[in-house]
T-cell receptor
Framework: GAGVSQSPRYKVTKRGQDVALRCDPISGHVSLYWYRQALGQGPEFLTYFNYEAQQDKSGLPNDRFSAERPEGSISTLTIQRTEQRDSAMYRC?????????????FGPGTRLTVL | AQRVTQPEKLLSVFKGAPVELKCNYSYSGSPELFWYVQYSRQRLQLLLRHISRESIKGFTADLNKGETSFHLKKPFAQEEDSAMYYCALSGQGSGYQKVTFGTGTKLQVIP
């Protein structure tokens, strides 16, 4: 089937605006992850879900960042009152479930630019 | 805390030369280690994981718990190996799923 998809692929916004980034995981995958990747850096963990439950949000940098996965499938990462330092590639990944040694399948990413 | 260190941002080798991409980690329990690769204009994808002890595209990596290392090796580099390589770590067991990535090493294979 189709892989992980993310939308939009590119987002340019002005400082102070809210943005919502969407992730559509592989159908049936239990776990969903969000990462942020700055230029020249590796993916930085933000949060992850098992089904609809947010299991770990320790990587969210501050309370402007939030994520949800209300029906255990599609997830939205929301950044409120964006700042220039939020500019980065935001990556989503999904994982089938327990027992498959943590292999994650990544989406193409959303490139966010805050002016 | 878990940490992954990739000391080289860029590694350039000639085609046919051996390749070693370094990865060191810090983790208090039993880790699972992975190598992910991103080819130009493609998605990040899993290359190999230590627990399966496999060779993928000629690459191997051995977990050395004494040195806390998981270096990626290939005896003869090919041009198509040029890509970004990320080492990653997770705790063992299905109950702990946070994955920490290193900063990545760009491998450039010179024809």
């Amino acid at each position: 089937g189709a892989g992980v998809s993310q939308s939009p692929r590119y987002k340019v916004t002005k400082r102070g605006q809210d943005v919502a980034l969407r992730c559509d995981p592989i159908s049936g995958h239990v776990s969903l992850y969000w990462y942020r990747q700055a230029l020249g850096q590796g993916p930085e963990f933000l949060t992850y879900f098992n089904y609809e439950a947010q299991q770990d949000k320790s990587g969210l940098p501050n309370d402007r960042f939030s994520a949800e996965r209300p029906e255990g499938s599609i997830s939205t990462l929301t950044i409120q009152r964006t700042e220039q330092r939020d500019s980065a590639m935001y990556r989503c990944a999904s994982r089938r479930g327990r027992g498959d040694y943590n292999e994650q399948f990544f989406g193409p990413g959303t490139r966010l630019t805050v002016l | 805390a878990q940490r992954v260190t990739q000391p080289e941002k860029l590694l350039s080798v000639f085609k046919g030369a051996p390749v070693e991409l370094k990865c060191n980690y810090s983790y208090s329990g039993s880790p699972e280690l992975f190598w992910y690769v991103q080819y130009s204009r493609q998605r990040l994808q899993l290359l190999l994981r230590h627990i399966s002890r496999e060779s993928i595209k000629g690459f191997t990596a051995d977990l050395n718990k004494g040195e806390t290392s998981f270096h990626l090796k290939k005896p003869f580099a090919q041009e198509e190996d040029s890509a970004m390589y990320y080492c990653a770590l997770s705790g063992q067991g299905s109950g702990y799923q946070k994955v920490t990535f290193g900063t990545g090493t760009k491998l450039q294979v010179i024809p």
